[in-house]
T-cell receptor
Framework: NAGVTQTPKFRILKIGQSMTLQCTQD?????MYWYRQDPGMGLKLIYY???????DKGEVPNGYNVSRSTTEDFPLRLELAAPSQTSVYFCASTPPELETRDTQYFGPGTRLTVL | GIQVEQSPPDLILQEGANSTLRCNFSDSVNNLQWFHQNPWGQLINLFY???GTKQNGRLSATTVATERYSLLYISSSQTTDSGVYFC???????????FGTGTRLLVSP
């Protein structure tokens, strides 16, 4: 298994541009998440999904959109990039089975700079 | 929402030393996880431990849910233990986690 993969690894955007951060997992996990990590800080939840076609807002959703058309993919869309969205973005997934009491598995991150 | 505080914020150790990292949280939780973020930014899960004690090699963790804290023990530290250790908790279902700001650990040879 490749686990959780994210593309691109790095990206520089100009203010007002848009882009999609890609996230794919091959572990057949139902639950997927997008976080952002600002310098020197912990992670904050942007959006999450409990299965294909179901998404919901996390702690900091403004300026972002998501979709979940398949179990494997959970792209994050930035429509009008702003300097405040400069951050490292992490995608994560986890199986929902309560019996496993499993942890979250993280992708390698996308470092985004908005100038 | 729930608040998570980690201490100390920074820790410098000599190789071979032991350390204890603390995580305090403001409300009851049904999910608590410890993560290590290595110097290249990769996040690795260490423990899922909403209560009780677990051990994995030189690492162990204890969560006292009734007193709202968790401890991560690192014994015989190695330079590869350097990085940031995050505690993350949840109490609202769907494994939604709230992260602390981390403890930055530097282990020198």
């Amino acid at each position: 298994n490749a686990g959780v993969t994210q593309t691109p690894k790095f990206r520089i955007l100009k203010i007002g541009q848009s882009m999609t951060l890609q996230c794919t997992q091959d572990m057949n996990h139902n639950y997927m998440y997008w976080y952002r990590q600002d310098p020197g800080m912990g992670l904050k939840l942007i959006y999450y999904s409990v299965g294909a076609g179901i998404t919901d807002k996390g702690e900091v959703p403004n300026g972002y959109n998501v979709s979940r058309s398949t179990t494997e993919d959970f792209p994050l869309r930035l429509e009008l990039a702003a300097p405040s969205q400069t951050s490292v973005y992490f995608c994560a997934s986890t199986p929902p089975e309560l019996e496993t009491r499993d942890t979250q598995y993280f992708g390698p991150g996308t470092r985004l700079t908005v100038l | 929402g729930i608040q998570v505080e980690q201490s100390p914020p920074d820790l410098i150790l000599q190789e071979g030393a032991n350390s204890t990292l603390r995580c305090n949280f403001s409300d009851s939780v049904n999910n608590l996880q410890w993560f290590h973020q290595n110097p290249w930014g990769q996040l690795i899960n260490l423990f899922y431990i909403p209560s009780g004690t677990k051990q994995n090699g030189r690492l162990s963790a204890t969560t006292v849910a009734t007193e709202r804290y968790s401890l991560l023990y690192i014994s015989s530290s190695q330079t590869t233990d350097s990085g940031v250790y995050f505690c993350a908790v949840g109490n609202t279902g769907f494994q939604k986690l709230v992260f602390g700001t981390g403890t930055r650990l530097l282990v020198s040879p």
